[in-house]
């Protein structure tokens, strides 16, 4: 059974970065997209980035487009979100998610991932 495990959140101070990485274990295959997506507190999940192994194909929210890079290794099947310019509005449960197929223009939709990790806990102080 295919299991996503993130690391990397803790406690940051407005304008400073961290890295989250997310790894796959439990399978073989190497998943085709692979994205971030966060929940705050007392709202909605939502859509950070996401990249497809197929064509390179990367995706971002407009709220962190320019702060936020993810990127992947595809022989360890792991992905990565370098996080800069934190801001409070940063803060939230980070999760990874994966799944063996995509559809292009799609890959902002949390219903389009099968596999799902814990969560990471991202603070940013003002």
């Known amino acids: 059974q295919v299991q996503l495990v993130e690391s990397g959140g803790g406690l940051v101070q407005s304008g400073g970065s961290l890295k989250l990485s997310c790894s796959a274990s439990?399978?073989?295959?190497?998943?085709?997209?692979m994205g971030w997506f966060r929940r705050a507190p007392g709202k909605e999940r939502e859509f950070v980035a996401a990249t497809a192994r197929t064509g390179g194909e990367t995706t971002y929210a407009d709220s962190v487009k320019g702060r936020f890079t993810i990127s992947r290794n595809n022989a360890e099947n792991t992905v990565y979100l370098q996080m800069n310019s934190l801001k409070p509005d940063d803060t939230a449960v980070y999760y990874c998610?994966?799944?063996?197929?995509?559809?292009?223009?799609?890959?902002?939709?949390?219903?389009?991932?099968?596999?799902w990790g814990q969560g990471t806990q991202v603070t940013v102080s003002s």
């Open positions: 998610a994966g799944d063996f197929d995509w559809r292009l223009g799609y890959m902002m939709y949390a219903n389009e991932y099968d596999y």
């Open positions: 439990g399978g073989t295959l190497s998943f085709i997209v």
